[in-house]
């Protein structure tokens, strides 16, 4: 690789459109039905905001009166329907989703909340980020008028797993009473946010053009002064990308800066560029484990990403056995990610960041390139990971609760109970009905601590 | 309250010093702190099950009468603090600048243990007509490094609170705290008082054993009575009459099965099963890696294998172990040292 110069500000955000009438709108399907993005995102939100302010002044009158009459007559307050409160966005990465909506909201003067991939989203989470902003408005609200805002939450095909449970609920939640517009972004069509498709308008996002996309780079170009990359450069790095736009910038900022090569170099440059775009996890992944074979492009590939590495080696962790099926590669590349893991718990123990690089090349070259065999081919479904250490001794509540009773009769720790005392009572409540009854009468249970009792014991069969 | 008591080990928990059954010179060395109203700290050592903390809260409980409940408290040290527990302890080591004193605006460096669950307690005036209060504290040895803050708590705080520290493994404590204590030795029950024992039970239960099946189940709760009296109850779940076969059929049902299934299907080599399997069982039993390895080390050395493999696979399980100290994500770890018993079942 040529030696990098400076960069200065990355051209993704210099040239992230400031308005939409001076942005390559990609095309949009719904219900296989071509729509205009430019026509369907503001009328979502005008009218969302003018159906809102009607059903907040009917609420109103609901609400008084129901202060002063019966409990009878009481009427249910009016919601809007949820279609008109949210919609979903879907596309592949880099085609300006969330640049259209950070344009829209610049035009219609504006705010947006965004939350994506990297916050985690459990239900509290989103809850006390966004379901206080979307119920309430703000006190200046009421002294002057302030800007009004979109709820963005990007990337809703990474939500997954115990890490973000209870999100999809609470988004739909969410949608029921928000007082502001939501946009959904997602990349890939997922099976685990199908209530969610149910119940909002889904737009198809396609990817732009090529004439389009030559006509914003060469503008781009222009404005840069950037002489030195020819045609053939340019289609090259544009077929490369698929019509993501914001690899196809980041991939020509860096070729601007090269120069004086000779034709073959520079071929090899932007060839090598193309794993540098920020890439989603899925595909991250599937090229760790099925296209990289050098340890320097394992390199490139995790260093360029956008991805967090405190979060990928849990999802190498994950899908290790899916990629690697023959047990010696298998067995020397946990070896790998095993140690790799250590080094990074004496990283953030002691503090010593100078072993990062190990961390690095261990657990993400190291563990693809173990194998001796042949790349497994073949498209395989990538994993999330399922599973965090860290909750291991989190309790829900009717086991807390359970854990309580019990601790009144027997004062034992709780790690006792697990290991010794609950497996125990278990088997007495297996040998009949009357046992358990005895025993939830005796530790006075409700239904859900009593389940608890019997439901282990299914699974334990 | 006796009768409706489901659980036979509770049923047949000793409710006074005497009742305490074949520990005949540390009842008597006891009951003499009691009569003199005083005694040194205490630290019991004794495996597992054996009834450590049966004793010592039996103990203070006479020790302090009437004025118990306030002035006892048992700490477990293997519990770890909660989250409210570890924002308490940060908001607590922080002395308000608004306070008159040298230490006003300062950061005070306890571990947050002994800040949240030792200090509020030890700190605290005697309430009633007894000398001091007493602490009990669990597994002591899994303490670490927090037990260096035990030192100083037990000199200042000496006279106001006695502490009864428990361990099993009395290797695993540090040797200032020792000489700071009494110890007590507390061996395993004497086969012929075990037997007593268990006999009793059997007869207020009208159960009918012979001497045979008493000493399997000696052989198989180790000399543990708590364990013994849960065999014991789960027996008679078939009937009053209990031979060998039936003890050996309800024996079977203690053993965690799991940890068997875990070990045999990653010697089969089948990854992704064996991953689901001790998935499943960390969150049902809330074992830590540590605990988790320990298990299997039991089940390995059970298994009919040569000493050279044995030999090989304790190596193994030893360095996975070592390597989940250091380690972020215990999950990883134990992938890895599936991942080795596959090959290793192959070579097999």
């Known amino acids: 690789m040529a030696k990098k110069k400076i960069y200065d500000i990355p051209w993704v955000e210099k040239y992230r459109p400031k308005s939409i009438k001076d942005m390559a709108i990609p095309t949009a399907k719904l219900n296989r039905h071509k729509v205009s993005l430019v026509e369907e995102l503001p009328k979502f939100i005008n009218n969302f905001f003018n159906q809102k302010e009607m059903i907040n002044k009917k609420n109103q009158e609901i609400r008084t009166f129901n202060r002063n009459c019966l409990e009878k007559e009481k009427k249910k307050k009016i919601e809007l329907p949820q279609e008109k409160a949210a919609i979903l966005l879907e596309g592949q990465p880099g085609i300006g989703k969330t640049s259209i909506v950070y344009a829209l909201a610049n035009d219609l003067n504006m705010e947006v909340i965004e939350t994506n991939a990297s916050d985690t989203r459990t239900r509290d989470a989103l809850e006390s980020k966004l379901k206080e902003t979307a119920k309430s408005k703000g006190i200046m609200d009421f002294i002057s008028e302030t800007k009004k805002k979109i709820i963005l939450i990007d990337e809703v095909d990474g939500i997954y797993g115990t890490k973000d449970r209870g999100a999809v609920p609470t988004i739909i939640d969410l949608s029921k009473n928000t007082q502001f517009p939501i946009i959904l972004c997602a990349n890939e069509y997922k099976l685990n946010l199908q209530s969610l498709y149910n119940s909002i308008p889904r737009y198809e996002v396609n990817p732009l053009s090529k004439d389009e996309v030559y006509k914003i780079i060469n503008r781009i170009l222009k404005k840069e002064n950037v002489e030195n990359i020819i045609q053939e450069d340019l289609e090259l790095i544009i077929n490369k990308n698929e019509g993501d736009l914001r690899g196809i910038l980041n991939d020509l900022q860096a070729l601007s800066q090269i120069s004086n090569e000779s034709p073959d170099e520079r071929k090899k440059i932007i060839m090598s560029l193309h794993r540098d775009t920020t890439k989603e996890i899925f595909s991250i992944v599937r090229d760790l484990f099925q296209s990289v074979n050098t340890l320097n492009e394992a390199r490139t590939l995790t260093n360029k990403s956008d991805v967090d590495y405190n979060f990928l080696y849990k999802w190498i962790n994950e899908n290790l056995p899916t990629f690697i099926q023959n047990k010696e590669d298998l067995s020397t590349a946990f070896e790998y990610l095993s140690i790799a893991d250590e080094i990074f718990g004496r990283i953030k123990k002691n503090m010593q960041w100078s072993l990062l690089p190990y961390f690095y090349d261990l657990f993400a070259g190291g563990v693809a390139l173990t194998r001796k065999g042949n790349i497994s081919k073949g498209y395989r479904t990538v994993n999330f990971p399922r599973y965090s250490t860290s909750s291991s001794f989190s309790l829900n509540t009717a086991e807390k609760s359970l854990i309580e009773k019990i601790q009144e009769k027997y004062p034992i720790s709780q790690s006792e109970i697990f290991r010794d005392f609950l497996p125990f009572l278990k088997i007495i409540t297996e040998s009949s009905r009357r046992n358990l009854k005895n025993l939830s009468d005796w530790l006075d249970l409700n239904a859900k601590e009593k389940n608890l009792l019997k439901k282990t014991q299914t699974s334990k069969k | ?348």
């Open chain 2, 1 to 348: 309250m006796i009768e409706d008591n489901p659980i036979w080990r509770l049923k047949y928990l000793p409710k006074s010093l005497s009742d305490i059954y074949g520990r005949k010179p540390l009842i008597s060395q006891l009951k003499e702190f009691i009569k003199s109203k005083n005694f040194p700290h205490l630290l019991f050592i004794g495996s597992e099950g054996i009834g450590k903390t049966t004793i010592a809260r039996i103990f203070s409980k006479e020790f302090l009468g009437n004025y118990f409940n306030v002035n006892f408290k048992l700490v477990y040290a293997d519990v770890p603090l909660t989250q409210e527990e570890r924002t308490k302890a940060k908001s607590e080591a922080y002395v308000s600048t608004s306070k008159i004193g040298s230490m006003a605006g300062k950061r005070i460096t306890t571990p947050a243990f002994i800040q949240v669950k030792i200090k509020p307690f030890v700190q605290l005036k005697v309430l009633g007509d007894i000398p001091f209060k007493i602490l009990i504290v669990k597994n002591f040895e899994t303490l670490g490094s927090n037990q260096q803050g035990f030192r100083r708590l037990m000199e200042i705080y000496g006279s106001n609170c006695r502490m009864i520290l428990l361990t099993t493994k009395i290797s695993g404590i540090i040797d200032p705290i020792i000489s700071r204590c009494q110890l007590f030795l507390i061996p395993q029950l004497k086969y012929n008082k075990f037997e007593n024992l268990i006999i009793k039970i059997s007869e207020q239960e009208s159960l009918e054993l012979d001497k045979e099946v008493i000493k399997s189940i000696y052989r198989i709760s180790e000399g543990k009575i708590s364990k013994a009296i849960d065999l014991l109850q789960i027996s008679s779940l078939m009937g009053n009459k209990i031979d060998t076969n039936v003890l050996f059929e309800s024996s079977k049902k203690f053993k965690i099965e799991e940890m068997n299934k875990i070990v045999l299907t990653s010697f089969k080599g089948d990854f992704k099963k064996t991953r689901e399997l001790f998935r499943n069982v960390l969150s049902n039993y809330k074992y830590n890696a540590n605990q988790f390895y320990q298990k299997i080390l039991e089940v390995i050395i059970k298994l009919p294998l040569s000493r050279y493999e044995k030999c090989k696979l304790i190596n193994i399980i030893g360095d996975a172990d070592f390597r989940a100290l250091d380690g972020r994500d215990s999950d990883i770890q134990i992938s890895s040292l599936i991942s080795k018993f596959n090959t290793f079942g192959e070579m097999m």
